[in-house]
């Protein structure tokens, strides 16, 4: 895709004739997740509000931006033109920019805040506007009943690190209209994403699958089956995963990987109890590489 370019105002028409037009996106929350957006959107051309409650956070968002700007240049994924212009388009902001077409919301993931925060868009935005949550995990029926427009909320459900992942699963709540989920689909393939769409549900498409691989790997080695390293070579070679399941889950935190499963568990039943091992290891502080040792050792450099 070029970067170059920023977006002309494009029209959306939906299923019952609703014209949309988006050039102008906000961010809401700036911490690890809101600034990779902010930074796909404004070097997809996109118009670029990132807001955060706390100016340190919005300090430490834009310095992050022009890292992975220069990251984006050192792979040759960017021009030094487009990361100028990219930084041109960004605007941090503590109040929120009433004049975007299309919110993505990236604030931490509590449903109280989250309630709180939909609330507040849906009175400052324009009733057309599609209001998108980057949640992980929680209801988007919940959060689209704290506004005057549930038809237009609607999951958008981005990887970390955002710059990098291609993915974006589009997530329907029970009243997300055809129109929501074009939005999103057109903003999400003029960042230079793929998008799937999924119905609610818990773990959506990835964290879902993703969870069951890495709790068998962790039966598998409480059962002798083969030691850890060989687990992840099999998964590497064998499956073509770019990352064995004990390596991702040290990135990951193998306390964010149990409370993933705890959660799957309770609404998905047996098929996601946590492996008693991976209780045991995050019990012993081995959390991952945050913490110096998990499945594997990570001495100090
Ligand atoms: P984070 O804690 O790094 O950032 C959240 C930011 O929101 C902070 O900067 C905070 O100051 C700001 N904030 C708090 N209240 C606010 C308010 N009322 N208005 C505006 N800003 C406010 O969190 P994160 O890891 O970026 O996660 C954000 C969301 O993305 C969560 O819902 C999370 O589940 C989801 N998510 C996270 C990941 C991940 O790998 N971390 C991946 C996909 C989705």
Same mark, same amino acid.
């Given at each position: 895709?070029p970067h170059s370019m920023p977006v002309d105002r ?17 961010? #809401? ?7 990779? #957006? ?19 956070a919005l300090d430490a968002a834009m310095a992050q #931006? ?28 503590? %109040? ?23 609330? $507040?868009? %849906? ?25 005057? @427009? ?39 393939? @003029? ?13 959506? #498409? ?23 390293? %060989? ?35 309770? @609404? ?5 109890? !946590?492996? !008693? ?5 995050? $019990? ?18």
């Amino acid at each position: 895709m070029p970067h170059s370019m920023p977006v002309d105002r494009a029209i959306f028409t939906g299923s019952n004739g609703v014209r949309v037009s988006v050039r102008k996106v906000a961010i #809401i929350g700036s911490g690890l997740m809101g600034r990779g #957006i902010a930074y796909a959107a404004a070097v997809a051309g996109f118009e670029t509000s990132l807001h955060d409650v706390s100016s340190s956070a919005l300090d430490a968002a834009m310095a992050q #931006i022009r890292v992975d700007l220069d990251e984006g240049l050192a792979r040759g994924k960017l021009q030094t033109a487009d990361a100028k212009a990219a930084l041109q388009r960004l605007a941090p902001v503590q %109040d929120l920019d009433a004049d975007a077409e299309f919110v993505i919301e990236a604030v931490p993931e509590d449903i109280a805040l989250k309630l709180r925060v939909f609330a $507040r868009l %849906d009175e400052v935005y324009r009733p057309e506007v599609v209001l998108a949550s980057n949640t992980s995990g929680l209801s988007i029926t919940e959060i689209a009943a704290s506004t005057k @427009r549930p038809a237009r909320v609607v999951g958008m459900h981005f990887f970390n690190p955002v710059p990098r992942m291609k993915l974006i699963e589009i997530v329907r709540g029970l009243d997300t209209g055809e129109d929501a989920i074009a939005v999103v689909a057109e903003v999400a393939q @003029r960042m230079g994403k793929e998008s799937v769409v999924v119905r609610e549900s818990p773990g959506f #498409i990835t964290s879902r699958i993703n969870a069951i691989i890495g709790n068998e790997a962790f039966f598998m080695l409480e059962a002798g089956v083969a030691s850890a390293r %060989d687990i992840d070579k099999a998964l590497k070679l064998g499956l073509n995963h770019p990352m064995g399941p004990f390596e991702l889950v040290d990135l990951v935190g193998l306390d964010t990987r149990l409370s993933v499963l705890e959660f799957l568990h309770a @609404r998905l039943g047996d098929k996601y109890r !946590p492996c !008693p091992l991976l209780v045991q290891y995050v $019990r012993a502080g081995r959390l991952g590489r945050k913490a110096g040792r998990g499945v594997y050792e990570y001495p100090a450099k």
